[in-house]
């Protein structure tokens, strides 16, 4: 079975300062990682993808990720936060079997702090 | 386009009805799914389809059914709501492939009482 691990529930930063998510996978096969960001009151947006093209996958809104299968990680990163980026964000595994399902991480909720 | 629409948006059961979550999708895709979203918990899967007449159970399928009569509709019904099914609940439709993005709806905020 696949998981996903987010480590920090909640996460405050500065505005313009680096935003670092940490998200942690298991998986017995190559897997498709998402990150998705959820704004309140709302659905989930997809903010980039990783699909064995490259290990590092840029996304929406500045934001990227680095899939690194030594450490079986794909944390999220952004150079400068912005007040605009206080969300809460799911990292996510896709199902390796026909359904095609996303397993999710727990969440981080990230504070911009002005 | 409107993508993945929910209906209803908000609604309070007593415990013991039932009721309906309408999904719909407009993008001709082939898989559809039901999440719910809880505090600390994600969102993890309730029931899924991949196909016109087809239903599965995904984590957590007690208490819930499905139907998917037409591809672009997916319904989940609660016959019988508890307290414990307070949550708000995804519906998400996605085309074949395991790296195709899944598209969410904006969600139905459940209170059963």
């Known amino acids: 079975a696949q998981s996903v691990t987010q480590l920090g529930s909640h996460v405050s930063v500065s505005e313009g300062a680096l935003v670092l998510l940490r998200c942690n996978y298991s998986?017995?096969?190559?897997?498709?990682l998402f990150w998705y960001v959820q704004y309140p009151n709302q659905g989930l947006q997809l903010l980039l993808k990783?699909?064995?093209?490259?290990?590092l996958v840029k996304g929406i809104n500045g934001f990227e990720a680095e899939f690194k299968k030594s450490e079986t990680s794909f944390h999220l990163t952004k150079p400068s936060a912005h007040m605009s980026d206080a969300a809460e964000y799911f990292c996510?595994?896709?199902?390796?079997?026909?359904?095609?399902?996303?397993?999710f991480g727990s969440g981080t909720r990230l504070q911009v702090q002005p | 386009n409107a993508g993945v629409t929910q209906t209803p948006k908000f609604r309070v059961l007593k415990t013991g009805q039932s009721m309906t979550l309408l999904c719909a999708q407009d993008?001709?895709?082939?898989?559809m799914y039901w999440y719910r979203q809880d505090p600390g918990m994600g969102l993890r899967l309730i029931h899924y389809?991949?196909?016109?007449?087809?239903?599965a159970k995904g984590e957590v399928p007690d208490g819930y059914n499905v139907s998917r009569l037409k591809k672009q509709n997916f319904l989940l019904g609660l016959e019988s709501a508890a307290p414990s099914q307070t949550s708000v609940y995804f519906c998400?439709?996605?085309?074949?492939?395991?790296?195709?993005?899944?598209?969410f709806g904006q969600g139905t905020r459940l209170t059963v009482v």
């Open positions: 998400a439709s996605s085309n074949r492939g395991g790296n195709t993005e899944a598209f």
């Open positions: 998986s017995s096969v190559p897997p498709y």
């Open positions: 990783y699909t064995s093209a490259a290990t």
């Open positions: 996510a595994v896709s199902d390796n079997t026909g359904r095609r399902a996303l397993t």
């Open positions: 993008m001709n895709h082939e898989y």
């Open positions: 389809s991949v196909g016109e007449g087809t239903t």
